[in-house]
């Protein structure tokens, strides 16, 4: 079995997106993944599959059993790793809340970088990565440059944020499983 991580976009942020951490459970393990456990409240989950789960398996899952329709991103404990062992600002990212990843669906393409490039909008504390955009927030991520709607606008790539705290508790997670 393989050690999975669900990033669901914009859970229990507000608005019409509210889902319990039991019913994501429930949803999870309905669809045969095991050992599955949820992490805070914001659409996070890890869990064991025989083979690579579908994001759209998942997502029509959830608008069935709970009604909720959102997108989702499913990484594997290697390719969450790389993320974590990519980060760029791990010399002055001295506080895991204020640092955030951004993952990526897709990676963006020469052309999309070139035309809107996000390290533009903070030169000093933007870099892009292998399915990822890491932002150091030294000022606290509600003053940063918002860089979904570049994502979603321009580039039309789903991605999904999450602080530093949350992405290395995820790897730690699914680095704790037992192997077979």
């Known amino acids: ?18 889902l319990s951490m039991p019913d994501l459970k429930t949803v999870l393990t309905g669809l045969g993944y095991t050992g599955v456990t949820t992490v805070l409240r914001s659409g996070n989950a890890v869990f064991e599959a025989e083979r690579a789960p579908e994001p759209a398996v998942i997502e029509a899952a959830l608008a069935a059993g709970v009604g909720l329709r959102t997108r989702c991103l499913v990484r594997t404990e290697a390719q969450l790793r790389a993320v974590v062992d990519g980060h760029p600002f791990r010399d002055v990212a001295d ?39 890491y932002q150091w927030c030294p000022d606290g991520i509600s ?14 790539i789903l991605g999904t ?6 992405t290395t508790r995820l790897l730690g997670l699914l680095a704790q499983r037992p192997t077979a």
Request: aromatic share 6%.
């Open 143 to 156: 003053t940063a440059p918002a860089l979904l709607p570049l994502l979603d606008r321009k580039w039309k």
């Open 161 to 166: 944020a999450r602080n530093w705290n949350t």
């Open 1 to 18: 079995m393989t050690g999975y991580v669900l990033l669901l976009r914009g859970v229990n942020l507000g608005g019409g997106t509210a």
């Open 95 to 133: 506080n895991g809340s204020r640092m955030q990843v951004y993952f990526l669906e897709s990676n963006p393409t020469p052309a999309q970088l070139a035309e809107h490039d996000p390290v533009a909008l903070d030169p000093d504390r933007v870099r892009v990565g292998d399915h990822a955009i």
